[in-house]
């Protein structure tokens, strides 16, 4: 993956975080306990997944035919 950098900021309802330089938006919807809402916008080539779903993905082997 290379280096990475962590970068952890604190978002209110209504907020956003912009990604210039890629072309996305993430704009904080709800705040609501310990569930967040979140909208992504981004340019149709970038790929976004839940991690709990792509970790549930890349255990499927890849010749196995998708129900």
């Known amino acids: 993956v290379g280096d990475l950098t962590n970068f952890i900021i604190g978002r209110r309802e209504g907020e956003i975080i912009l990604f210039p330089a890629l072309n996305i938006t993430i704009r904080i919807l709800e705040v609501r306990g310990n ?3 979140i909208s992504i ?3 149709p ?3 976004i ?3 709990e779903t792509y970790d549930r993905f890349q255990e499927v082997p890849h010749d196995h035919p998708q129900p």
């Open 41 to 43: 916008m981004a340019p």
């Open 45 to 47: 080539e970038v790929i």
């Open 49 to 51: 997944h839940r991690q």
């Open 35 to 37: 569930r967040v809402r």
